[in-house]
């Protein structure tokens, strides 16, 4: 998990509307080391606002895995961390190649008292 310490409020707002990539890499990296966990969510960043004194954590449930890398993508071709790119996207064809657990179905017990 990755560590971001920010001056001011305002500086964390504008890197966040900005896109930035060190946020951006810290939940991708995040996300990657833990496409094989059985945990159903991961901490992948946490950010320190000084003048504000406040913590803000950063989890990434499993279920939104693949949407965080699509969302994520752009922000590593605008920078071209072409290797990034690579390791994203076989990550999203992973994911979107994987077959969803089975549910549990739970019958009705027919016994006679």
Do not use: W
Not at 35 to 47: A, F
Not at 94 to 102: Q, R
Request: aromatic letters at 6%; glycine letters at 2%.
């Amino acid at each position: 998990m990755v560590k971001i310490t920010f001056a001011t409020q305002e500086d964390f707002r504008n890197k966040v509307k900005d896109g930035d990539y060190e946020i951006s890499k810290a939940i991708v990296e995040g996300v990657l080391a833990n496409l094989e966990t059985t945990k159903r969510s991961i901490k992948v960043l946490e950010i320190t606002v000084m003048d504000v004194n406040t913590i803000y954590s950063i989890n990434v449930s499993k279920t939104n895995y693949l949407n965080t890398l699509e969302q994520n993508l752009p922000h590593f071709i605008k920078v071209e961390d072409y290797e990034g790119c690579a390791k994203i996207t076989e990550a999203i064809n992973a994911l979107k190649n994987e077959k969803p657990p089975k549910k549990r179905v739970r019958r009705k017990s027919s016994r006679v008292l």
